[in-house]
């Protein structure tokens, strides 16, 4: 049965060369067509929702993203923690690598004569909470020390003159008992990072 052609209004000429547009992806979705102009015109309007919708659901993605993302700014260039818990600077990884276990934060950022010093502390579970890194920007680039820590999350860092210090007790996993528990946490470890040296209670971290 032949259909009678029905004048569009240009207002809504938009509208319904959106269907023919979006017929293969609302074909997919299960959306029946019919041929009469107002049923076209309630499809396309349909079409339009799920056009909208496929835009902001993009758009909230790319905030997400975008959000994830924390720029550490230092006088040499920006370093980056990305949404794959990476530590970037100019965009680029480090070498080796610097990956958080569940996220990495900044702890603190320092000027120490022609260098900027960040601490980074890797995030990680309930057998190990927390390991730390130095990581020293310059004219030169970027270095970072190796991991370090007593896997405390209890960190307190001070800046001297010249030197920066992260002071922690000790650490027992979930699994240690509380007599082990209690020594742990009596226990006092200093790391200072000096000249681009890291030292445990005055001892060399290689």
Aim: hydrophobic letters at 45%; aromatic letters at 8%; charged letters at 20%.
């Amino acid at each position: 049965m032949l259909l009678r052609a029905e004048r569009i209004q240009p207002r809504h000429r938009v509208a319904c060369s959106l269907i023919w547009l979006w017929r293969c992806y609302a074909a997919k979705c299960g959306v029946l067509y019919v041929g009469r102009y107002g049923n076209a015109i309630f499809a396309a309007k349909r079409e339009l929702i799920m056009f909208r919708s496929a835009v902001l659901l993009a758009s909230l993605s790319f905030a997400v993203s975008t959000a994830l993302a924390e720029d550490i700014p230092t006088r040499f260039g920006s370093l980056k923690i990305n949404d794959k818990n990476m530590l970037l600077f100019k965009n680029l990884p480090l070498e080796p690598e610097i990956q958080g276990n569940n996220s990495l934060s900044v702890i603190g950022t320092y000027q120490l004569g022609n260098n900027d010093v960040v601490l980074i502390q890797d995030n990680g579970g309930t057998a190990c909470p927390a390991l730390l890194y130095f990581v020293t920007v310059s004219t030169s680039g970027v270095k970072a020390t190796s991991a370090f820590g007593t896997c405390s999350d209890l960190i307190d860092a001070k800046q001297a003159s010249d030197s920066i210090s992260v002071t922690m007790p000790g650490f027992w996993g979930p699994l240690g008992s509380k007599a082990a528990h209690r020594k742990a946490a009596k226990e006092k470890y200093v790391f200072v990072l000096k000249a681009g040296v890291l030292t445990q209670n005055g001892k060399l971290i290689k």
